[in-house]
């Protein structure tokens, strides 16, 4: 894929239009209240639910690819599941949660 921090980096928008098209995220209100720094470079939507629900996996859905990122593994842990239906579950729960989290 072809995402990196460079490409989310908002100084760099003009140049890397092309490469992103656009990006739905949802974080914890933790990550709103205390690291507003790292959403300043964040390049797409992104909404927020209570700390109570918040993942310690990122979930990445992309067309009929599901990636899991495991953060507290020691190293870091990447899964990547290529299978449509599967994908399909993700992006319905995704949207779910999209619904019910806060602007």
Known sequence: MPYTMNSLDKKGEEENKNC???????????????????????Y???????????SLTDTIVFKDTVILLLWTANPPIGAFVKDRDNAET??????LLWKHAKK
């Not at 797409?44 to 918040?54: C, I, M, T």
């Open 20 to 42: 992103i098209r656009l990006f739905f995220a949802i974080f914890s209100e933790d990550l709103k209240k205390n690291k507003k720094d790292l959403l300043d470079i964040y």
């Open 44 to 54: 797409g939507k992104a909404r927020f639910l209570p700390s109570e629900y918040s």
């Open 90 to 95: 993700c992006k319905k729960q995704f949207k």
